[in-house]
């Protein structure tokens, strides 16, 4: 092992490569109801003390919480900021700017669903000391709805018509029409401070970013790009704990390396993409360390750019989606670990839709779909098609093995079909900006969260009216548009009972999973890893990471 620097009191090293199962494939890279653990075990200490490292695989990339991220941000997120309320690892909303979650039953949304007033906590303060009032809740909600705004997910915020304030402590807001998804929506929308940010006329400055100001059990310290992340215990938190004094995200790009530095001590908590899947029975009997197999939400799959001149053929995608061995690719790249999908909801989510085809590999019959479109192989084997060959490329982040050697599966599978499939990964800083959000991919092999939360409304993802290179909002970025689509989605907002919800949104699954804007490989289970007297941790299928309760870790004897 050789050292190389280090942070705060807390040593960092370099990586060893294993061997890797399949040669050539050892220089590429790139990913909700599980099972609950103590959410809230570890009671707050007395005084914030010791500090937690924490290894991601990917490097933070957007500090401003209402702005389109991804998972390592939103880790990083749930330390700065607070949303109104949460949802725990249960699945139960738990207030925390708020008083309590307005629900019908208890008068905070009127009997016409239109209406919401929310009361807020009087004890709370920003980072810099200014107190947290209505007025914050307010411009964080305009905000959102600024077309001029960078926004994460604007969908759900333009069903709002106005936004008002009684007193300090009192936020209410008027919807347009009733919107069943925005409980959930507004549990992964944190609140930003206004003061801070009217300050400047461009909403979508960086230097926010630079230096935010949240009301979190943590404040930001200082952060070096490419590296590392610090926060430092908020004393004025609201909340319980934190019981650490302090939090180091550390990049660590390739997973082996991130493993490594698990195994020797010099990271404490290994999490999104986690421990890769072939060193799970080792790290699961190392002396000192807890394994955690943490089923997620995501779902690893292949993304498809619909607007590429192959990949806009439904009978490409559905002769591609038959054409992958997607067993295979659990047993030997995963060992197993996962199981296949066949949608983009998880099984076990309330609204999954149980009768949908099961996937099948069958590359006899994907040929024979192909021929049947038109799709002729040319002197090279690869088919062609009115002058389109039919070639697209693959990227996912560079450092996860695993991704690497899923990808040469996948494009061994398709090239049996006469598809080539050719691999341009880059790294996570690069392919989340522009690359993903201007659809300048032909496909994509990540494992997205397609729900914002718990709720089974997938408008941001799927929706014509979400797409980012059209409307700068949203995350639909395959491009994909089904009028069908859109008016079961409408009438799955409006619907407050959960059992024609779950009947809508099956219809919904049918519909994406015949259109095929992406191929599900299957459904994720993260090996995550932390050290045996880190106590705390908590895998929430309702979090993008598995750090969003680090305020309740500490360490003991």
Not at 258 to 283: C, H, R, S, V, W
Request: proline share 6%; net charge positive.
């Amino acid at each position: 092992m050789k050292r190389t620097h280090r942070i705060g009191d807390a040593p960092m090293g370099t990586l060893t490569r294993r061997d890797a199962v399949f040669a050539g494939a050892a220089t590429f890279a790139l990913g909700s109801l599980g099972l609950a653990a103590r959410a809230h075990a570890a009671g707050p200490a007395t005084k914030p003390t010791g500090q937690a490292i924490l290894g991601f695989s990917q490097e933070v990339t957007v500090l401003h919480p209402l702005m389109t991220a991804n998972e390592v941000d939103q880790g990083v997120w749930w330390n700065l900021f607070s949303p109104l309320w949460m949802l725990d690892a249960e699945g139960k909303f738990v207030p925390l700017l708020a008083k309590s979650v307005p629900t019908l039953e208890n008068g905070g949304i009127s009997a016409d669903g239109l209406t919401w007033r929310v009361e807020l906590r009087n004890d709370v303060k920003w980072h810099d000391g200014k107190p947290m009032t209505a007025e914050d809740v307010r411009y964080s909600i305009n905000l959102m709805k600024n077309p001029a705004f960078r926004a994460r997910n604007r969908t759900a915020f333009e069903y709002i018509a106005s936004v008002g304030v009684e007193g300090a402590h009192v936020i209410t807001w008027k919807l347009k029409e009733p919107y069943a998804p925005l409980t959930s929506v507004l549990s992964w929308t944190f609140i930003v401070p206004a003061h801070v940010l009217s300050q400047n006329p461009d909403p979508n400055s960086a230097l926010f970013a630079a230096a935010p100001v949240g009301t979190g059990p943590f404040r930001f310290v200082s952060r070096k790009t490419g590296d590392h992340l610090i926060l430092e215990a908020n004393p004025d938190y609201f909340g319980k704990g934190p019981s650490l004094n302090r939090l180091i995200f550390k990049y660590v790009p390739d997973l082996n390396a991130m493993y490594t530095q698990f195994k020797t001590g010099e990271i404490d908590f290994i999490g999104l993409q986690g421990i890769p899947a072939n060193f799970y029975k080792e790290a699961s009997a190392l002396r000192g360390r807890r394994v955690h197999a943490a089923p997620r939400g995501a779902v690893e799959n292949l993304t498809l750019n619909l607007a590429h001149p192959a990949l806009a053929d439904k009978a490409v995608r559905k002769a591609l989606n038959i054409a992958i061995d997607r067993q295979s690719i659990c047993d030997l790249v995963y060992y197993g670990v996962p199981k296949p999908a066949n949608n983009y909801l998880v099984p076990t989510h309330w609204a999954s839709n149980p009768n949908l085809p099961k996937p099948e590999y069958d590359p006899k019959k994907a040929s024979a779909m192909l021929d049947q479109a038109g799709w002729v192989r040319g002197a090279d084997g690869i088919r062609a098609k009115n002058g389109v060959r039919l070639s697209f490329t693959n990227s996912t982040t560079t450092g996860n093995q695993l991704r690497a050697q899923t990808q040469q599966l996948i494009a061994d599978d398709f090239k049996k079909i006469g598809v080539e499939m050719l691999i341009k990964n880059m790294v996570a800083a690069v392919l989340w900006a522009d690359f993903w959000r201007n659809s300048e991919f032909d496909s994509l092999l990540t494992a997205p969260t397609y729900t914002i939360a718990s709720d089974p409304d997938i408008t941001h993802r799927f929706g014509s009216a979400s797409i980012p290179k059209e409307t700068k909002s949203g995350s639909n970025v395959s491009q994909y548009k089904n009028a069908g689509v859109d008016a079961l989605l409408a009438r799955g907002r409006q619907e407050y009972n959960l059992a024609k919800r779950k009947e809508i949104y099956a219809k919904v699954q049918e519909l994406i999973m015949d259109d095929l804007p992406f191929l599900p490989l299957f459904y994720e289970v993260q090996i995550e890893g932390t050290k045996a007297n880190l106590d705390g941790y908590a895998n929430n299928v309702n979090a993008l990471a598995n750090s969003w309760n680090a305020a309740s870790w500490r360490w003991t004897a």
